[in-house]
């Protein structure tokens, strides 16, 4: 029993992440926070959103965020506030913009080249002459029956 209300203590952590004295009045930006904060990263956790994250720097995040809305920006300019003050890597989706398409394009790129080099490899394989495996002289078999019986 004691594991099970783990389990749902651990399932249901993230849904406790936003505090009560976080959310804002108005439940149209309320909303709008919401959204923003689903697509920006936790620093602290790394792969999880703010929204999700119970660290003190997504809750720093968050409110950060509201604060913003709050005082007027439209959600591109609480997310471009933000991204200027943290840089791009608070970005769950980061933009294919500048020295960024290089990682966008990589996988792709290795993905063809590894096809490519496989193709290359199987033709080569496929083309290579046949060799020919000679039988066992009399002295290698007696040698190997000598392994073979220690």
């Known amino acids: 029993m004691k594991r099970l209300i783990l389990a749902l203590i651990l399932v249901a952590a993230p849904v ?3 505090q009560p004295d976080e959310i804002l009045d108005d439940p149209a930006l309320e909303a709008r926070a919401r959204e923003i904060s ?9 792969n ?3 929204d999700d994250s119970n660290a003190e720097l997504a809750r720093d995040l968050r409110l950060l965020v509201r604060e913003r809305l709050v005082a007027g920006d439209s959600n591109e300019e609480a997310v ?20 960024n ?9 290795m993905l063809i080249a590894g096809l490519g080099l496989g193709l ?13 495996v000679e039988a066992l002289s009399d002295e290698e ?10």
Do not use: F, H
């Open 48 to 50: 999880e959103n703010i």
């Open 141 to 150: 078999k007696a040698r190997l029956a000598e392994i073979m019986d220690d």
């Open 80 to 99: 471009a506030y933000i991204v200027d003050r943290y840089g791009e890597y608070v970005l769950l989706n980061p933009t294919a913009r500048g020295a």
């Open 38 to 46: 689903k697509n920006l990263r936790c620093l602290v956790c790394r």
């Open 120 to 132: 290359v490899y199987l033709r080569r394989r496929g083309s290579a002459p046949e060799q020919k």
């Open 16 to 18: 406790w992440a936003v």
């Open 101 to 109: 398409w290089m990682l966008w394009a990589a996988g792709p790129i």
